[in-house]
Each structure stands twice: as C-alpha cells, then as structure tokens.
C-alpha cells in the first residue's frame, strides 16, 4: 500500500517523517509543514532547490522504453531481478527501492512476484508518469540517486538497480542490516549486432570488477548471475532500443527514421550481468 511506503520516507527539507493526507489530492506532509503535492498522474516531486543537474530523459525516450518493455523484450530480465529480490522480501513488512527506476516495469515485477511494498525513485517526470500508473499503490518520486535520499535509515529490505546510477553510502543507510542490493549492467557483447548502427556505446572490459570495487566500503559481493537474451527486432524496435538509452540524448530524429526503416527483422543478443550484493 502507498501509506506504508510513505512511512518510510523523509523529508528532503528536514529530514521528518513524512505522512500522507487525502484531500482533493494526495500531499506528502511533515510536521514542520513542508508539503509535496501529487502531481495529477499519482507521483510525488520531492526534488527541492536547485533541482538536480543531470539530464532526465525525455518525453519522447521515455516513450520508446515504454513501448520497447511493454513489447516483453526484457521480460526475462524482470523475472530474473525479481526472483533474486524475493529472497530478501520475506517480512509481512518488506520494502523494496527502485533506485532509477524508469517507466516501473521491472519495479511492477518485483512487487508482482513478492507482494512488497515499493518505492520507485527517477530524475525524469516523464518516467515517473508511466512508472505511477503501472505501480499505482508504490511511492513513485521524482528524485535524484546521487543526492541524500529521501528514506528513513533501515528501513529497505532490497535495492534494484537497473541500468541507472549507484549511491552506495545511501544505498547501504537505507537498507536493513543483511539487505541485498542488486544490480544489473551490461556484459560485454551486450546489443554488439546493432551497436555499431544505432550509435549505442560498447560495454569495456572491466566492468564488473570495478563494479565490485566501486561497491567494497559498504558491501560485500554475493551470487551474481549471466543472462543471455535473444531478440529479434523490427525496425522500429531498433530505434526504440537506441532511442530509450543514454544515445538517446544524442540521436537526431532522421537518424531515428532511417532505424525504423530498417526492412527485415534484425537479430541481436542482450547480454546482462545480475549481481548481488550485501551490506556489509
């Protein structure tokens, strides 16, 4: 339910405890009365001050991650993160953060598969639309990972992380002692069919290691897993995938066009590393 994800949270102003009032529209109140109203699509906008200075996606990107998930290219790769969630997400009071997470469909998974609680958190408003309409009784908000966040210490039992930033300092303050942190990043080879073509960056060896380095002052590393995906894409899927990732930002709509009319389908292999971790 929303209000047990919101007891979880804080404020981004003075740190209190954050309560949920029902009017004419849901508000995030604290006692020092900082109000953060819901936005008509059912997210909340915590982000205070100068905002944040990263690029959100954008409307358009969002939209092409929209239709290439909902298609179920990657709905492996949901499956696979919420079947290494669940083991972590067995109190009646079980939380889960979605650290990044996008349009909510791998979040919706998870909470499909454990019956957790949820809270969704990405920079872009764009995202947030989809992700509160697909996890309407989570806590999605608009917010950026790598600023203090906006949850109580203790109080997840999970972290996901799909191809989105990593705050490890908050990402370990905000877990239960024992809690997993998962991650998911591209492995090597990862699109390598259709990278070349779509302008999508090539993953460097190395990766995982300094991922593992990366996460050592506050965690130690536990399973991780490989997961191979064959795809089979149309045109249009093609500039969906390079449209909904970081070349998105960098794709010019002509560039997109001559993508989608690609004749044919084009075969191509995702290639995901699933890594666990726990708080040390």
């Known amino acids: 339910m929303l209000s047990d994800a919101v007891a979880a949270l804080r404020c981004p102003v003075c740190q209190g405890a954050l309560q949920l009032r029902e009017s004419r529209q849901q508000t ?3 006692e020092a009365g900082h109000l953060f109203d819901a936005a008509k699509q059912g997210y909340f906008n915590l982000l205070t001050g100068k905002g944040t200075v990263f690029e959100a996606d954008s409307a358009e990107m969002v939209a092409a991650r929209y239709r ?13 993160v919420a079947d290494a969630a669940a083991g972590s997400l067995w109190r009646p009071d079980a939380l889960v953060l979605d650290a990044g997470t996008g349009t909510g469909h791998y979040l919706q998974t998870v909470l499909e598969r454990s019956g957790a609680t949820g809270i969704g958190m990405d920079i872009s408003k764009f995202a947030l639309r989809r992700a509160a309409r697909l996890n309407r009784q989570a806590a999605n908000l608009v917010w950026d990972i790598w600023r203090p966040l906006p949850i109580a210490d203790n109080a997840a039992d999970v972290v996901t992380v799909v191809f989105a ?8 303050r905000v877990l239960r002692p024992g809690g997993s942190l998962i991650v998911v990043t591209p492995r090597p080879g990862h ?17 995982e290691d ?5 996460m050592r ?3 130690h590393p536990g399973t991780s897993k490989s997961l191979d995906l064959p795809l089979m894409l149309s045109g249009s899927e093609v500039a969906d995938l390079a449209y909904m990732g970081p070349a998105g930002h960098h794709l010019k709509r002509e560039e997109l066009a001559e993508m989608a009319a690609l004749e044919g389908p084009v075969a191509a292999t995702a290639k995901f590393r699933i890594s666990e971790f726990v708080v040390s």
Not at 165 to 172: I, K, L, V, W
Not at 195 to 207: D, F, H, N, Q
Request: proline share 4%.
């Open 28 to 30: 995030l109140a604290c």
């Open 68 to 80: 290439f998930l909902d298609a179920g290219h990657y709905s492996a790769l949901a499956r696979t």
């Open 165 to 172: 930033p990593r705050n490890p300092a908050e990402f370990a």
């Open 191 to 207: 699109l390598a069919e259709i990278a070349a073509r779509t302008g999508m960056l090539g993953i460097e060896e190395g990766k």
């Open 210 to 214: 300094r991922l593992v380095d990366s």
């Open 217 to 219: 002052e506050f965690f």
